[in-house]
């Protein structure tokens, strides 16, 4: 069946520096999902991705679509202690039935 | 506007008791999910609503879990009996449409002994 990976399971970096995550699919995607799960609480929508080869940006954060819809990244530059916690991406398609299918995650550890 | 609420926030029980989860999502959301998220996973869908109708329970464990949403509102996720490997965290969520920005609730940690 459909299945969503994402590397690393884990990064730690040290604050200030950059992070990238990397969602993959076995399948093409329609769109992409990405949210945010700070440690002990629960997920955050941060952005959806549509079209082929899309670039998002949000202050820090840039999310790219692949060229092919199978995979997509997330990248934080110059990271902070609040950008702590686990980084979802979700795939909305699943056989038709549109339900949300969240990746592994990575969950991203800062050290001050 | 007030976020998804569920209650409670921590259950402990013992296996094979029974056990349930509210939840009241966001005012004019019509879809409502139910997830379950074992610790160090990422959530999985148990069951999709549609106003009050089901849209997808494929994931569910109909042998003991059951939900519902009858007045298309809030919704009610049912353990009988519990098992060990039901622990985790019971999400609740819900969007305007099927498959927009879904808002999660802040969970219930079942913790079955």
């Known amino acids: 069946g459909q299945q969503v990976m994402q590397i690393p399971q884990y990064q730690h970096v040290q604050e200030g520096e950059d992070f990238t995550t990397y969602c993959n699919s076995s399948?093409?995607?329609?769109?992409i999902q990405w949210y945010k799960q700070r440690p002990g609480g629960h997920p955050v929508f941060l952005i959806q991705?549509?079209?082929?080869?899309e670039v998002k940006k949000q202050k820090r954060l840039t999310f790219q679509f692949g060229e092919a819809k199978k995979n997509s990244s997330l990248h934080i530059t110059a990271t902070q202690t609040t950008d702590v916690g686990t980084y979802f991406c979700a795939d909305p398609t699943n056989f038709g039935n549109e339900k949300l299918t969240f990746g592994t995650g990575t969950r991203l550890t800062i050290i001050p | 506007e007030a976020g998804v609420a569920q209650s409670p926030r921590y259950k402990i029980i013992e296996k094979r008791q029974s056990v349930a989860f509210w939840c009241n999502p966001i005012s004019g959301h019509a879809t409502l999910y139910w997830y379950q998220q074992i610790l160090g996973q990422g959530p999985k869908l148990l069951i999709q609503f549609q106003n009050n109708g089901v849209v997808d329970d494929s994931q569910l464990p109909k042998d003991r879990f059951s939900a519902e949403r009858l007045k298309g509102v809030d919704s009610t996720l049912k353990i009988q009996p519990a098992k060990l490997e039901d622990s985790a965290v019971y999400l609740c969520?819900?969007?305007?449409?099927?498959?927009?920005?879904?808002?999660f609730g802040p969970g219930t940690r079942l913790t079955v002994l």
């Open positions: 969520a819900s969007s305007l449409v099927l498959v927009n920005e879904q808002f």
């Open positions: 399948t093409t995607l329609s769109n």
């Open positions: 991705l549509v079209k082929s080869g």
